[in-house]
């Protein structure tokens, strides 16, 4: 019997609902877990690899930043429960960093197939470097994926997560390289008479380019 193909989630999709095995639980159900949190979801490919390493202590560090902002951290591999509390122990010795957050042990890859993180062009038998970011409602609002060989930059989903947030409670988007503090994009109208409006707007908080690109301090 051929395996079922579960499809890979995507932006505005819900989070797959799980069951699994933490270094904090053994049994562990996302949903219940996530208590309507922003919740970020990361993948390594191995336990004791040296980029894994960097990025687990370097997230552990920043937790505290991703708290406040309301999100929780959780991470997965399809290594063993008994290895993740080895590496956590090893990480703590060598590093000086304690992992305060769940990492999933998905030894039977269930997790790793509902979330698309394993690529068979890179390893048949070991999750790339994704990271999803969901929202409190569970569904999902940005997913990164990166090589192997190559390790996060934990600014940029701070930032990203950020923006999101940002972008909710305004009713607006951010631009390139945009970062909390600088203006952010105002919609685009929609009826002529909005588009009159839009370019008679000059000073203030905005800043008009034209009637379809436009800039405002929060």
Request: net charge neutral; with cysteine.
């Amino acid at each position: 019997m051929s395996e079922t193909i579960q499809p890979m989630p995507k932006i505005g999709d819900l989070a797959p609902d799980f069951t699994a095995i933490t270094t904090h639980s053994a049994a562990m159900q996302f949903s219940e877990w996530q208590e309507g949190k922003w919740v970020v979801l990361f993948s390594h490919p191995a336990d004791f690899t040296p980029v894994c390493s960097t990025e687990l202590t370097e997230f552990a560090r920043r937790e505290n930043e991703f708290a406040a902002l309301n999100a929780k951290l959780i991470g997965l591999s399809v290594d063993s429960i008994h290895s993740h509390l080895a590496w956590i122990e090893n990480l703590k010795q060598i590093l000086g960093v304690e992992i305060p957050y769940p990492m999933i042990a998905d030894l039977d890859m269930k997790v790793s197939r509902l979330y698309g993180m394993l690529h068979p062009g890179a390893s048949a038998t070991a999750t790339v470097r994704a990271v999803f970011l969901i929202d409190p409602k569970r569904v999902v609002r940005a997913l990164v994926y990166y090589p192997m060989n190559v390790g996060r930059n934990i600014d940029e989903v701070l930032r990203l997560l950020t923006a999101l947030q940002t972008a909710d409670r305004n009713a607006c988007a951010t631009p390139v390289n945009w970062k909390p503090g600088e203006k952010v994009v105002v919609p685009p109208p929609k009826t002529v008479t909005e588009v009159a409006e839009r370019l008679s707007h000059k000073g203030g908080d905005r800043e008009v380019k034209d009637f379809y690109l436009s800039l405002k301090t929060l």
